[in-house]
């Protein structure tokens, strides 16, 4: 089995890579057209379709991962957080094969493509040794809820990519109005967000290729409900300089980084979730990464990272933005609604006797259910279509990601296994 499992992750490096590659093609097939001695038309035509077939043997060879690693450990791989990212990434690709078959328009692709790199690299992070599963896990209903819950998140993901493609497209750089001001300084925030997501991949590959370490030892005190006090005493090892070190902790060993000696600051007591004080100082390192890279593209650019997209999106026209993106979401409601809430209620009760227990992960699910419910009620009764439905649907995204990775960071719960790293 070993064997297997090897191979299961040579191949899903080369799905990284063709992934890669095709956002490059999409790139070439919507910017070239304009440099092209030919026929524009022709030129997107024959890259568009080069680009889709690299992205789709991409996603074959993600598949062929996916497979590999369940028959090699044993069980289906969605039961930690490298193995539930890889196949969300796995979901967006999908979502994005099937809206891309239905419309044809290879600018999708342009921001799909690297959210679904963002994705795979994130997972990357994460052990990626198979863990055996714990009892709570040991459930056909495990494979129904949290596939389905990723695929309903996956479409989510891609409306995201196209609410984002449809604001590009219809903010106006130009203008100097106060209201103009306001929508291009809104979409540069988003952008600038991006960039800390990329500034986060660099801190944490550039820590970890240097192999930096410092470990501490933290004790934590807990009081159960009956007044009985214990503590645990653990050690916490950090790949990243200790901006945060852990609440309640002393260094054990840490290497150098600017003269650094311990950690500047100490996490809050009330951040409970697992490995929290390695989390926010991975949050905190991948701000100043952002912010020096944000910087570093400015200065080179000399104009807003939204101006410099802007021109990318005039081939599309906007109401097929908002239409396309307010489908992907419609598709994805019902499968997160099955995915989400009704089966994760089905395999909360088999797992622990009740159906509903206010755990942080089903409030933050059901957040994101309610969001989608108001998303689509404002988009059918109200008539929020434009501008509106388009930040709702960048929001939205920003809502399914804090449910996924921003619980664990704060709040203790019975899906806090999901977390570790």
């Known amino acids: 089995m070993s064997s297997l499992l090897t191979f299961s992750s040579d191949i899903f490096l080369v799905a990284f890579f063709l992934y890669c590659f095709g956002f490059i093609f999409y790139i070439i097939t919507v910017a070239g057209a304009k440099f092209s001695n030919r026929d524009p038309k022709a030129h997107i035509r024959r890259w568009g379709r080069i680009s889709f077939v690299v992205s789709l043997l991409g996603f074959i060879s993600h598949l062929t991962f996916f497979i590999t690693r369940w028959i090699g450990g044993g069980h289906i791989p969605t039961s930690n957080m490298y193995e539930f990212m890889t196949f969300l990434a796995m979901a967006v690709m999908f979502a994005f094969i099937v809206v891309y078959a239905i419309y044809r328009k290879p600018l999708i692709g342009v921001f799909t493509l690297p959210l679904v790199v963002f994705i795979v690299a994130y997972a990357s992070v994460f052990p990626q040794e198979v863990q055996p599963l714990i009892p709570a896990l040991n459930s056909y209903w495990l494979k129904i809820h949290v596939t389905t819950a990723a695929l309903g998140e996956a479409f989510f993901g891609v409306g995201f990519a196209l609410s984002l493609m449809y604001l590009l497209r219809t903010v106006d750089f130009k203008e100097t109005g106060a209201s103009a001001r306001r929508s291009q300084r809104w979409i540069e925030l988003v952008m600038f967000v991006g960039i800390v997501l990329i500034g986060f991949l660099v801190s944490v590959f550039a820590f970890r290729a240097a192999g930096y370490e410092a470990t501490f030892t933290q004790e934590t005190v807990s009081i159960s409900d009956a007044g009985v006090e214990s503590s645990k005493v653990e050690d916490v090892t950090y790949t990243t300089p200790p901006i945060f070190k852990p609440y309640n902790s002393q260094v054990t060993s840490m290497d150098s980084f600017l003269g650094m000696k311990d950690g500047l600051f100490e996490t809050p007591h009330w951040m409970q979730g697992v490995d929290a004080a390695r989390k926010l100082n991975t949050i905190v390192w991948a701000i100043i990464a952002g912010l020096i890279l ?12 939204a101006a410099v997209i802007h021109p990318l999106t005039r081939a599309i026209d906007p109401d097929d933005l908002d239409e396309i993106s307010y489908r992907a979401i ?7 609604t099955l995915g989400a809430l009704v ?5 909360a009760y088999e ?3 009740r159906f509903w227990g206010w ?6 699910a059901l957040i994101t259910w309610l969001y989608y419910t108001a998303f689509l009620h ?3 009764s109200r008539g929020w279509h434009g501008s509106k439905s388009a930040w709702l649907g960048v929001i939205g995204f920003i809502v399914v990601m804090f449910t996924l990775v921003g619980v664990n960071l704060v709040l203790v719960g019975l899906h806090s296994y999901a977390g570790v790293d």
């Open 343 to 347: 089966f994760a209620m089905i395999w």
């Open 294 to 305: 944000y910087g570093l593209i400015r200065l080179v650019i000399r104009k807003p990272i």
């Open 378 to 380: 404002l988009r059918l």
């Open 330 to 336: 419609a598709i994805g409601y019902p499968i997160f």
């Open 351 to 353: 797992a622990w006797s």
């Open 359 to 364: 755990d942080p992960k089903e409030v933050w």
